[in-house]
């Protein structure tokens, strides 16, 4: 079945670590996206990506990194510049943006705590 | 961004008709009225979309007001697993060179369904 996988499922990070959250697609979809969600609030976007080889910081990028050398995957660092990382993150996939009637996509999401 | 509001929560019991309002006082010409619900520790879920005519799909319908400044999900007959959190968002508008089609939340209705 098609769809969005994020990997993994929970993580712990140490103070000063950096992680990587996994998020591949096979809906052959343009266009990638990570989001942060804190305990009872909306979705915050932290990076987007239209195109394999170019992203665009969101909202909040600050302390996070991203590539995107493949289509189908979009993979998030959390740096340990980030100092408050412990929530929620999601990804997402879309055709490509320019249409704005297009649904997007979400994964299950990953639970990231700071220990 | 045009921004929405909606109410923090809503109480419904099952097989009743639910009507989820939204207001949009800000909507551009061509914004679309996105609705996804996310049900706990899960990614959010399509659930449906529209720009200026009303729209049914097997999940809900849409009714948008004639001014567009408002719209209200309408869920027919509420079942225990509708109970989750449902966001109105505006598609940004493309090619503006900002975050171009990305889904800005809020924080949402949290639906409670009573057996």
């Known amino acids: 079945d098609g769809g969005i996988t994020q990997s993994p499922k929970y993580l712990f990070r140490k103070e000063g670590q950096n992680v990587t959250l996994s998020c591949e697609q096979n809906?052959?979809?343009?266009?990638m996206y990570w989001y942060r969600q804190d305990p009872g609030q909306g979705l915050r976007l932290i990076y987007y990506?239209?195109?394999?080889?170019?992203?665009q910081k969101g909202d909040i990028a600050e302390g996070y990194s991203v590539s995107r050398e493949k289509k189908e995957s979009f993979p998030l660092t959390v740096t340990s510049a980030q100092k408050n990382p412990t929530a929620f993150y999601l990804c997402?996939?879309?055709?490509?943006?320019?249409?704005?009637?297009?649904?997007?996509?979400f994964g299950e999401g990953s639970w990231l705590t700071v220990v | 961004d045009a921004k929405t509001t909606q109410p923090n929560s809503m109480e419904s019991n099952e097989e009743e008709p639910v009507h989820l309002p939204c207001n949009h006082s800000t909507i551009s010409g061509t914004d679309y009225i996105h609705w996804y619900r996310q049900l706990p520790s899960q990614g959010p879920e399509y659930v449906i979309h529209g720009l200026t005519s009303n729209v049914n799909n097997r999940m809900a319908s849409l009714a948008i007001a004639e001014d567009r400044k408002s719209s209200t999900l309408i869920l027919h007959r509420a079942t225990l697993r509708d109970a989750a959190v449902y966001y109105c968002i505006l598609r940004d508008r493309a090619g503006d060179g900002g975050s171009q089609g990305n889904l800005i939340f809020g924080k949402g209705t949290k639906l409670s369904v009573k057996p």
């Open positions: 997402a996939s879309s055709i490509p943006t320019g249409i704005p009637g297009n649904t997007i996509y």
């Open positions: 809906l052959n979809h343009d266009a």
């Open positions: 990506s239209q195109i394999v080889n170019d992203f």
